[in-house]
């Protein structure tokens, strides 16, 4: 299981303390087997929203521009990664673009749906 | 430090995951080894609905309205290898005399990225590419990606032969980025070669002008400045074509025509506030092509030597989830310096609003269930000048053109869509 996880990167958020399970729920509905795994600790105490990136100990933290660059699909030299994300109404998805990427949600999804229709770039995968 | 999900609400559906995942796990693994694990297809199909008070725009959408207004979508991209991405799109669209082409190949283009430094990214893309100008000339046919039902008609004209080469060429184009904070740069260039064909009347100037074009390729060209990933964006586009027109009958000399056209577009993005304007000159100039010239200046300018300027203004307000409203300022001139078309009009026999429209439109739009969209809009208009002259015969005519079109009119229009993400995903495929 860990093998399979480590080559399937895998980018989602969540909120430590109610979020989680809304977040979690779509992800195994979704078949993201690498969310099985759930690092529990003292993370969990606080509320913020924060991107998940497998783990937070073999994982260096993202910081802005490069969250940016990863939700905004500038970057995708992850030969095996995927970005994941929630529904645009869903109250995390509109947390993290605004509290962790600086952004609205609408600009999200006029980036991926600009994307998809003129052939110029893969949006993530709504779980 | 890892604790394993436990929560029994959720053990039916790890369950679930669990063995779909073990199932799918060969297939999965063979993908992700080659490389194919992020392609992705989408899909929509809308459906619009258009009334008019006076003239006829999408079919014959006076009287009881026209139902030929169907636009039908289907693509598939990914990337084999993480900077190489693969994209194909194909549209059945049907706008009655406007868009008679039925199924067309979008896009078919291959696109490679290479990352300069942390915040530089240089990339070519080539094949069928869509034309990079302006705000919306990428994505217009699916309505997810346009503010209203019709875009702006004095700039994504949908009525007339100008739209065909505004939406791709037959090419290469550069790009390049650069970042620094909230800070970008962008820059877009394409050699190529629009789709002319479809659009020979409205290029020579003649009207059912048969031939064919040569010369160099037409360069688009797109830079612009954007702040927080288009909180604030502002861009410059230029369209520069050149080409010789070999013509196939004796009606029609050969002759040359030459086209510049720059088109600046702007873009506050507010949390429930957008503002967006947009400014475009086309200027034609043509030698040869006709036999015979109007004897009035202005006429003869007219096709032989026009700008034409189109410009709006538009507010969008996203007054509750999922719900948009839209008010817009439209206008459209065939000559910048006869904004009235009276010079126009005297020169050539017909009416003023021929050569002007001014279009007023106040818009609502709900996505009422996640994919699912309607839209409607009313347009108040005052002229003609994007009319399609095919489903309104005779108003090219000036001896027809006053019975066969009215200067004031409304237009109601109104759109269902639905649209579909079949996520294939490392060999599972999610629907959603």
Not at chain 1, 33 to 52: I, N, Q
Not at chain 2, 199 to 210: E, K, L, V, Y
Not at chain 2, 255 to 277: D, H, R, Y
Not at chain 2, 305 to 320: C, G, H, I, P, V
Request: glycine letters at 10%.
């Amino acid at each position: 299981m860990s093998g399979f996880y480590l080559r399937t990167k895998c980018v989602a958020y969540l909120d430590a303390r109610r979020g989680r399970r809304a977040a979690l729920a779509r992800c195994l509905l979704g078949g993201l087997l690498p969310l099985l795994l759930w690092p529990a600790g003292p993370a969990s105490a606080d509320s913020t929203v924060r991107p998940y990136t497998g783990s937070n100990h073999s994982n260096p933290p993202l910081d802005r521009g490069q969250l940016r660059a990863i939700f905004f699909v500038r970057q995708t030299k992850w030969a095996d990664g995927r970005v994941f994300v929630l529904p645009d109404r869903h109250p995390l998805n509109i947390r993290f673009a605004k509290e962790v990427l600086g952004v609205y949600p609408y600009q999200l999804r006029s980036t991926w749906d600009r994307m998809v229709y003129s052939g110029t770039g893969v949006p993530p995968t709504v779980v | 430090m890892y604790t394993p999900i436990v929560n029994p609400q959720y053990q039916s559906g790890a369950a679930t995951a669990l063995a779909f995942a073990l199932l799918s796990h060969p297939l999965g693994a063979r993908a992700i080894d080659l490389g194919f694990g992020d392609f992705q297809a989408h899909g929509f199909l809308s459906q619009g609905y258009t009334y008019t008070s006076a003239n006829d725009f999408f079919g014959n959408s006076q009287g009881d309205g026209s139902l030929e207004f169907t636009e039908l979508g289907l693509n598939v991209l990914g990337h084999p290898f993480p900077n190489l991405l693969l994209a194909a799109q194909g549209i059945y669209r049907d706008t009655a005399g406007s868009d008679e082409e039925d199924f067309r190949l979008d896009y078919a283009n291959i696109d490679y990225s290479l990352p300069i430094g942390e915040s530089s990214t240089l990339g070519v893309r080539a094949g069928r590419v869509k034309n990079p100008f302006g705000l919306y000339s990428e994505a217009r046919d699916a309505i997810w990606t346009r503010p209203s039902v019709l875009l702006p008609q004095s700039i994504y004209f949908d009525g007339i032969g100008l739209r065909s080469p505004e939406l791709s060429s037959d090419g290469g184009l550069l790009y390049g980025r650069h970042q620094f904070g909230d800070h970008a740069f962008t820059a877009e260039f394409l050699v190529g070669e629009p789709q002319l064909q479809t659009a020979r009347d409205f290029i020579t100037g003649f009207p059912d002008a048969q031939g064919r074009f040569d010369g160099r390729p037409v360069f688009i060209g797109r830079a612009g400045y954007e702040w927080r990933e288009g909180r604030f964006r502002l861009l410059f586009s230029a369209v520069d074509l050149d080409k010789d027109f070999d013509p196939n009958s004796r009606d029609v000399l050969p002759g040359n025509i030459k086209l510049f056209a720059p088109w600046v577009s702007a873009q506050v993005n507010l949390e429930e506030w957008s503002f967006t304007a947009e400014y475009l000159r086309i200027s034609f100039d043509r030698t040869g092509i006709f036999p015979a010239l109007p004897p009035d200046p202005t006429a003869r300018n007219l096709l032989v030597d026009n700008t034409s300027e189109s410009y709006y203004l538009q507010a969008q307000y996203r007054f509750a989830p999922g719900w948009s409203a839209l008010a817009r300022y439209d206008a459209f001139f065939a000559n910048a310096d006869d904004h009235d078309g009276s010079a126009t009009a005297r020169g050539t026999g017909l009416p003023r609003h021929r050569f002007f429209a001014k279009d007023l439109t106040f818009g609502l739009r709900w996505e009422f269930v996640e994919n699912w969209l309607v839209a409607a809009e009313d347009h108040n208009i005052d002229g003609t000048g994007w009319l399609s002259p095919i489903d309104n015969p005779g108003i090219n005519d000036p001896l027809l053109a006053r019975g066969a079109s009215d200067g004031h009119w409304d237009l109601f229009t109104l759109m269902f869509s639905y649209r579909f993400y079949p996520f294939v995903c490392n060999g599972r495929t999610i629907h959603r």
